[in-house]
């Protein structure tokens, strides 16, 4: 199975900061990899698909960029509503995997 | 507007057997692969199974294959997940999802339900 790995597992940001959020695939998935954002209690959200392509409705801050192993996903100026668990998704190969989440919390 | 929503979660004991169901709304069902993820209390998401609209293509995760059944009833618009031989480390919330597009990631997700085994 592909391992995907992000970095850092949680950190804390104020409002209007800029946030970059990376994974990292164990081998090459092309730009099969997707976002989601995850907050207390609820279901996930697909932020992003197909590596860079904002998800239908999802606000214009947030992007992702990459290829191959490597990507990442940018939050361009945090709103307060951002504060929640970021995972991305391999759907290259099965079983499609998950990176362990990211935590965002505020400062 | 789509809407997926589980039933069938509870409390059963280790080795027992559980069926979830995903009831869909508000898209061309048999077009569409659907899926199952679970959430182990405090942890992160993990993928489960798919399958295709057709039912043509399934696949599962290693820790559940042999376990775990998918299955799918286009006339109903609903979406199944076997379980048997439960373990407690199945312990989770289950999410129903709708695949994006052919087999691709998730995008519409049901509110997610609690399965507990436990002795």
């Known amino acids: 199975a592909i391992r995907m790995t992000q970095s850092p597992s949680s950190f804390s940001a104020s409002i209007g900061d800029r946030v970059t959020i990376t994974c990292r695939a164990s081998?090459?998935?092309?730009?099969?990899l997707a976002w989601y954002q995850q907050k207390p209690g609820k279901a996930p959200k697909l932020l992003i698909y197909a590596a860079s392509t904002l998800e239908s409705g999802v606000p214009s801050r947030f992007s992702g960029s990459g290829s191959g192993t490597d990507f990442t996903l940018t939050i361009s100026s945090l709103q307060s509503e951002d504060f929640a668990t970021y995972y991305c998704?391999?759907?290259?190969?099965?079983?499609?995997?998950f990176g362990q989440g990211t935590r965002l919390e505020i400062k | 507007e789509v809407r997926l929503l589980e039933s069938g979660g509870g409390l059963v004991q280790p080795g027992g057997s559980l069926r979830l169901s995903c009831a869909a709304s508000?898209?061309?069902?048999?077009?569409?692969?659907m899926g199952w993820v679970r959430q182990a209390p405090g942890q992160g998401l993990e993928w489960v199974s798919v399958m295709s609209g057709s039912g043509d293509n399934i696949y599962y995760t290693d820790s559940v294959k042999g376990r775990f059944t998918i299955s799918r009833d286009n006339s109903e618009n609903t979406v199944y997940l076997q379980m048997n031989s439960l373990r407690v480390e199945d312990t989770a919330v289950y999410y129903c999802?709708?695949?994006?597009?052919?087999?691709?990631?998730?995008?519409?997700w049901g509110q997610g339900t609690l399965v507990t085994v436990s002795s």
């Open positions: 508000g898209f061309t069902f048999s077009n569409s692969a």
């Open positions: 998704q391999q759907y290259y190969s099965y079983p499609r995997t």
């Open positions: 081998q090459g998935i092309s730009s099969y």
């Open positions: 999802a709708k695949d994006r597009e052919v087999l691709g990631c998730s995008d519409y």
